[in-house]
């Protein structure tokens, strides 16, 4: 069991708090792009038809030797700058350079103050970075969130059981390791509270972040394939967790899926 951590818990009811009140929420996007990975991807946000958005998409690290780091050095970009209009579903596309494969936290915040190596603001994405490290003794538990303003959303993809992801503790979710890389999460469209996620090979199954499972060939629709800028589907009526559910998570919710 991991120890109870106050400080976090504070943070989670903050950030929870503030996403509910601010419906920004991260919808759909690809913890890991099917094939050679690309120079961008997309990220779907769900939020107010007609209403702007400003802020950035921050990566923080699970990598042994480095959880809850936030770096622009290397080829991933972990600090992205983000910014458009959400269309008449409340549907926002946004393109950023590639996120490094899981294991990682994929977080949606207003404001982040973080700096480079060079003492330049850390929205540069050119300059490379000193860390800003959210979990500085590495105990798998945030400990300094000084660099953002709002949270709106979080969530945590694993691809081991024994890497620390911290959706949940920044008022978002968290999704136990299914048995491979996530290749697609998605928000279900009816039940916004519910996250699913595809594996990549995506096999029979499709998970949710409570643990149930779905049989793909028993839903009217293609969950591998994503869906970005058009209504995500949903699986329909939660089921009981199934006998081999694998997930196990606390938190808020997302929806939508990914592409094989």
Same mark, same amino acid.
């Given at each position: 069991?991991?120890?109870?951590?106050?400080?976090?818990?504070?943070?989670?009811?903050?950030?929870?708090?503030?996403?509910?009140?601010? +419906?920004?929420?991260?919808?759909?996007?690809?913890?890991? +792009?099917?094939?050679?990975?690309?120079?961008? +991807?997309?990220?779907?946000?769900?939020?107010?038809?007609?209403?702007?958005?400003?802020? #950035?998409?921050? /990566?923080?690290?699970?990598?042994?030797?480095?959880?809850?780091?936030?770096?622009?050095?290397?080829?991933?970009? *972990?600090?992205?700058?983000?910014?458009?209009? #959400?269309?008449?579903?409340?549907?926002?596309?946004?393109?950023?350079?590639?996120?490094?494969?899981?294991?990682?936290?994929?977080?949606?915040? *207003?404001? #982040?103050?973080?700096?480079?190596? *060079?003492?330049?603001?850390?929205?540069?994405?050119?300059?490379?970075?000193?860390?800003?490290? &959210?979990?500085?003794? *590495?105990?798998?538990?945030?400990?300094?969130?000084?660099?953002?303003?709002?949270?709106?959303?979080? &969530?945590? &993809? /694993?691809?081991?059981?024994?890497?620390?992801?911290?959706?949940?503790?920044?008022?978002?979710?968290?999704?136990?390791?299914?048995?491979?890389?996530?290749?697609?999460? #998605?928000?279900?469209?009816?039940?916004?509270?519910?996250?699913?996620?595809?594996?990549?090979?995506?096999?029979?199954?499709?998970?949710? +972040?409570?643990?149930?499972?779905?049989?793909?060939? /028993?839903?009217?629709?293609?969950?591998?394939?994503?869906?970005?800028?058009?209504?995500?589907?949903?699986?329909?009526? &939660?089921?009981?967790?199934?006998?081999?559910?694998?997930?196990?998570?606390?938190?808020?919710?997302?929806?939508?899926?990914?592409?094989?």
């Amino acid at each position: 069991m991991r120890k109870t951590n106050l400080f976090a818990a504070a943070i989670a009811a903050t950030a929870m708090t503030s996403a509910a009140s601010a +419906q920004v929420l991260i919808n759909e996007f690809e913890p890991n +792009q099917v094939g050679a990975d690309a120079a961008t +991807q997309v990220i779907e946000l769900l939020g107010t038809p007609g209403e702007t958005f400003d802020g #950035f998409l921050i /990566s923080i690290e699970s990598d042994p030797g480095a959880p809850g780091v936030i770096s622009n050095s290397g080829p991933d970009d *972990d600090i992205e700058p983000i910014s458009g209009t #959400f269309d008449a579903n409340g549907l926002l596309l946004v393109e950023i350079g590639d996120l490094e494969n899981p294991s990682f936290t994929l977080l949606l915040t *207003d404001t #982040f103050t973080g700096f480079n190596e *060079d003492g330049g603001s850390a929205t540069d994405p050119a300059a490379g970075g000193v860390p800003t490290d &959210i979990d500085t003794d *590495d105990d798998g538990f945030v400990d300094d969130l000084s660099a953002f303003g709002t949270i709106f959303d979080a &969530i945590g &993809i /694993s691809d081991a059981d024994d890497e620390p992801v911290y959706g949940a503790e920044l008022g978002g979710v968290d999704f136990a390791f299914t048995g491979d890389e996530p290749g697609l999460v #998605f928000r279900d469209g009816a039940n916004p509270s519910t996250i699913l996620a595809v594996n990549d090979p995506a096999g029979e199954l499709i998970f949710d +972040q409570d643990g149930n499972t779905f049989e793909i060939a /028993s839903l009217g629709f293609d969950p591998v394939t994503p869906t970005f800028g058009e209504v995500n589907p949903s699986v329909g009526v &939660i089921p009981e967790p199934a006998s081999l559910g694998l997930l196990g998570v606390a938190g808020l919710g997302l929806l939508r899926r990914r592409s094989a």
